[in-house]
T-cell receptor
Framework: GIQVEQSPPDLILQEGANSTLRCNFS?????LQWFHQNPWGQLINLFY???GTKQNGRLSATTVATERYSLLYISSSQTTDSGVYFC??????????FGKGNQVVVIP | DAGVIQSPRHEVTEMGQEVTLRCKPI?????LFWYRQTMMRGLELLIY????????DSGMPEDRFSAKMPNASFSTLKIQPSEPRDSAVYFC???????????FGQGTRLTVV
């Protein structure tokens, strides 16, 4: 199956700092999504981004499908950004393969 | 829209008991997925349905697990008999017709003691 690798696995940020999370995948995909899993365990959709660049407030994402990677940018981080960020890629009949996640802790 | 609705949110059961998890996908979505999240294995796909038909159940761990989708608005995941190693968070997700974007429910945290 397709391999999804996320880096860094753990990240501690001072509030207000910027960060970049990376997702590498091993094969062509027809879907790429970024999720935020909050402390209550909910998986919140951040971006649906099989290719290109999108922005939503302080978050933005870029996927370069031809080079098989995606980046998630967090600017001016806040404590509410803490949690685990998952990259998930889709292939075949819409199934998603998840990376292991980026554990982000934002300290005040 | 209310999103994908799962019930119960939490379930604690004794080993050997039958457990049934429920999911209502977003109206108009034609694909439904069951995922399991554990510390050891992360998020993994168990089974998915397209237009109520099971397409791929290769992720179902063993015969103790079964899933049904009797209609477009309801699915169940059953574990019988349950074992402590089944303890995990079970997520249901759905995707709309013509799209690959998945939307997840809030999950069911299952604890088997």
């Amino acid at each position: 199956g397709i391999q999804v690798e996320q880096s860094p696995p753990d990240l501690i940020l001072q509030e207000g700092a910027n960060s970049t999370l990376r997702c590498n995948f091993s094969d062509s995909v027809n879907n790429l999504q970024w999720f935020h899993q909050n402390p209550w365990g909910q998986l919140i959709n951040l971006f649906y981004i099989p290719s290109g660049t999108k922005q939503n407030g302080r978050l933005s994402a870029t996927t370069v499908a031809t080079e098989r990677y995606s980046l998630l940018y967090i600017s001016s981080s806040q404590t509410t950004d803490s949690g685990v960020y998952f990259c998930a890629v889709g292939w075949g009949n819409n199934r998603l393969a998840f990376g292991k996640g980026n554990q982000v802790v934002v300290i005040p | 829209d209310a999103g994908v609705i799962q019930s119960p949110r939490h379930e604690v059961t004794e080993m050997g008991q039958e457990v049934t998890l429920r999911c209502k996908p977003i109206s108009g979505h034609n694909s439904l997925f069951w995922y399991r999240q554990t510390m050891m294995r992360g998020l993994e796909l168990l089974i998915y349905f397209n237009n109520n038909v099971p397409i791929d159940d290769s992720g179902m761990p063993e015969d103790r697990f079964s899933a049904k989708m009797p209609n477009a608005s309801f699915s169940t995941l059953k574990i019988q008999p349950s074992e402590p190693r089944d303890s995990a968070v079970y997520f249901c997700a759905s995707t709309p017709t013509g799209s690959t974007e998945a939307f997840f429910g809030q999950g069911t945290r299952l604890t088997v003691v």
